[in-house]
């Protein structure tokens, strides 16, 4: 498997070595074949050359909101820093092309790489907003065609879930921890590594994927399953009995024991009496030797029996007879049920050990929850009161069910120094032509204000200066804006023969600190979750006028009948 | 990239070679953390080698539908076929567990594969239902357990997008084309190679995506897109204008000519007058070139400007020169607009220049149809009306946004010899215990009746023989079948030490053909899309009593205050 690119942090980045990308599989052959048909007819009729300019851009935020967090441009970078064909890449293209294609092409398809493209984009991990171009490239028309599905598809879904993972963050709020739990719900193996990335980029604390964890260094959390629980039949099982003290200074000859005059105890506490009766003794039994396996990190799985009657009472014996080894124990998780109402059960049965036992710390030991938590669950315990402190997220956030896909478009917008436009019936369809640049524009309060395109050779927006942002297709939106800062948002990622400096690719917890600093400095309006503010989008007055210009150049004049 | 496994078609397969998973990033860390923590625990205890027996079953029907088709099987079968740790894998491990564990148990990590584990399971491809076991994996618990989170990645994706290709060919129908073109908004790289092979298997045609095509074979389809068209500023770009005829008689000198003349006669020819003016002058060079380039296999995206008043002519003009060059073009594509409407006026232009021009056949042209098409939007085209041949599904289709996952999961049964059982207050959630076979019995009619599951060791259910089906959690839903033909559900495919003949992994068009012909010997109220009836899924009386034995004796008694 491929490394990760370990270039220096900062400046120019061209000498570094960019390895391939994460998964073997991305490959120039992970497209779809009309790129090689367009190649081809691009060839044939003499125009595979042509200088041409791509935007990839979406249309509208996921998740009904009004933000997107930009993630993927990393392994991007990696596919065309490495793109070559191989000898067997090219015959299987041969075979899937029709016989009549000249072999000439082939050779030509051999020799292509992409030293000659050129790629602008915003810093992975920013806040992005719909029809800004995420990524520009430029190149040869025939070579960056081949791009498109490539890059989409590893765009597409690195911030459809890094968006996701924000949005958890933020109902879930600073305090909480937010583990990704999503492997077996992901969309297939890397569905599932690609998860674990970019949740992490979108705020999330750690990931149960071990292979996440070594292939991007993202802590990982996990602890035992209901299947352990139920593989103890009685407390009989457990053969070596003794642990050691934490301090080493002596050995409890046997730690079942001590569980189960604890357990005894607890039953029989005026303020637990009657909470529970017979705990289940398979659990019991899986929790000891769980114990005796991991003295410093018990955290056990409560609820395959039954969680007040059986598994948080369980847990107590064991965590006091931890305690009064010297080990502090870690929490429970809570899997199943009434996530409000057990946690809360559980937090106050912890606060009567922690009091009638004299063991302190006890009543804030840790509670996690899993099972099936999405946006609108986590909003509803907040509402309700919960005693959680860490929640493992799977399923829906991975597979991001409340949103099918980003939608990131791969747009002609400029050949051969003429701009391009694509019309559609539907205007929020249509492409912004030009190569452009843009910028984000800052207000007094350090807000961000509007994002502006503007022709490449127009004079960027200046701080202090009365900018008239309008709305690309709308003519009645405009505004004047006087920018106390001005960002410009595409970066130099590879500059072809261009000779300009390069940005590095940071390091994960740089993209994932970007990402966290850019989502606090954002207008609270914009970040609700009901009915939040657009944030505003714009075109320079010049570039307005001629997407107009070229609108009307393009379409048909209709008759009516 | 690993090469597909070629085993012989029938009978003992255990001396074939199979090779590792598709995709190189399934390995034995692909798996969640607590897995290890879990081995740990159990080597730490001696329970490592006890022998376990673990179901791999789904909850739940996806799509609001009665039925599921299997998928995933070979995958897990070739990560199992090769499962060892290197020593980087290892290490890796042991920093990521406490560093109190001890060292003698990555001597055991390494020492690890799965020549003991015994896999049966349902033959990829076939009908399934909820709660029946699609695997059932058996081998030492330690062993086993590392195994459960790649098994349910490798199934759950596979198996919900097989299911919903084959949804979206049931409201198509036989007759349509159907299309995978989802690489760009699938889920990662291999969430659209996957679903590129699942979704073959799920009854579709043919896929864009290349890479899928050169791994599993899958017929590749493809022409141009908007990018194309808009790279084309005027017919003055085409430099070689000629064509030589199809059968190399004759050449064409100036092939643009010819189109523009057949232009000029489609737009003053009675029945089509007023329909178009003037159509975009750079669609049609790139049309004419797209023509030049591939005579023989000429299909046009027909809405880059305007569907009737442009895209249309434009294409039938083109058509027209190659006709009198004797070839056949292919037909259109639409990817916007009403797509009913826009297709049945496209026929009508066909019809129109069919009659006009003499050509036969071009009225019957191909219309491709694309843009955010799920199951509803086909039923719906169906209704109104239409006329397109193809479909090209893509969006919907590969991130199966009807439903998030598919939640198989993977329960212990058993656990030396003695069966175990996981309770749950949501009955649906309880698991049904012991190491089991199941069968599918069939009527009088050919139609599947019911699955049933019973005991290793209870006799099978005969032909002919009256047998009493039980609901597995509900006391009065019972019923007396007596079966036409019996099933066995269940095949070794991994034999471990047993010695047993495995089954070959079939080739892939093989589990599609199976796939397609059980769903068509399924009885159709259990197709429908709307309210469908359930299929019955049943266990032996013996086994019912056994199940709610267990129950009764695992659940802690409450007491009510």
């Not at 081809?40 to 003499?46: D, F, M, N, P, Q």
């Not at 799985?301 to 969680?307: C, F, H, K, M, S």
Request: with cysteine; aromatic share 10%.
């Amino acid at each position: 498997m491929a490394e990760k690119s370990n270039g220096p942090r900062n400046g120019d980045c061209s000498s570094r070595v960019i390895h391939g990308p994460t998964n073997p599989m991305v490959s120039p052959l992970l497209t779809d074949l009309y790129q090689f048909t367009m190649a081809y007819a691009y060839w044939k009729a003499g125009k595979h050359n042509e200088r041409a300019v791509f935007d990839l851009y979406f249309r509208k935020n996921p998740f009904g909101g009004e933000y997107t967090i930009f993630a993927g441009l990393e392994e991007c970078i990696r596919l065309i820093a490495n793109f070559k064909f191989t000898e067997e890449e090219i015959s299987f293209i041969k075979k899937s092309l029709p016989s009549s294609c000249e072999d000439a092409f082939y050779d030509y398809l051999r020799g292509i790489d992409c030293s000659d493209v050129e790629v602008y984009a915003i810093s992975e991990g920013s806040v992005v907003f719909p029809k800004v171009p995420l990524v520009r490239v430029e190149g040869p028309v025939a070579v960056v065609q081949l791009l498109e599905t490539p890059f989409v598809n590893l765009i597409n879904y690195a911030s459809l879930v890094a968006t996701n993972a924000a949005r958890h963050r933020f109902v879930a709020g600073k305090s909480k921890i937010l583990l990704e739990f999503g492997l077996r719900r992901a969309q297939g193996p890397d569905g599932g590594i690609s998860a674990s990335k970019y949740c992490y980029i979108g705020g999330f604390d750690a990931t149960s994927n071990v292979a996440a964890g070594r292939l991007f260094g993202i802590p990982l959390r996990g602890t035992h399953s209901h299947a352990f629980v139920s593989s103890f039949m009685s407390p009989d099982e457990i053969i070596d009995k003794s642990l050691r003290s934490s301090d080493g200074s002596r050995t409890c000859e046997d730690f079942l024991s001590a569980v189960q005059t604890l357990l005894n105890k607890i039953q029989w506490l005026p303020s637990l009496h009657g909470t529970f009766g017979e705990t289940n003794q398979s659990e019991l039994a899986a929790f000891t030797s769980y114990a005796l396996a991991f003295p410093s990190d018990f955290l056990a799985l409560v609820d395959t029996y039954d969680v007040i009657r059986s598994g948080v009472p369980n847990f107590c014996a064991v965590a006091l007879a931890l305690s009064d080894l010297g080990y502090q124990a870690k929490g429970i998780r809570l899997d199943s049920g009434d996530l409000a109402y057990l946690s809360c059960e559980a937090r106050k049965f912890f606060q009567a050990i922690e009091k009638e036992f004299g063991v302190p710390g006890f009543g804030k030991l840790n509670i996690s929850a899993s099972n099936d938590l999405n946006e609108e669950t986590l909003d509803a315990l907040n509402k309700q009161g919960h005693e959680v402190d860490a929640f493992g997220i799977g399923t829906y956030l991975v597979t991001c069910y409340a949103q099918a896909a980003l939608g990131c478009v791969f747009k002609l917008v400029e050949i051969n120094n003429q701009p391009r436009i694509k019309l559609s019936e539907d205007v929020s369809k249509v492409s912004i032509p030009c190569k452009k640049r843009s910028f984000r524009l800052y207000g007094k309060e350090g807000y961000p204000l509007v994002d502006i395109m503007s022709g490449e050779n127009e004079p960027p927006p200046k701080v202090g200066e009365r900018i008239l942002c309008r709305h690309p297709f709308n003519e009645s939106k405009r505004a004047y804006v006087v920018p106390q800062q001005v960002e410009e948002l595409l970066k130099c990622y590879r500059s072809g023969k261009s000779g300009k400096a390069e940005e590095c690719l940071p390091a994960l917890k740089d993209i994932r600190d970007r990402c966290i600093k850019q989502l606090e400095k954002m207008r609270p309006d914009h970040m609700r979750r009901l009915n939040p503010t657009p944030y505003k989008v714009s075109v320079s007055a010049k570039l307005y006028d001629f997407i107009h210009f070229l609108w009307l150049n393009e379409a048909p004049v209709g008759e009516l009948q």
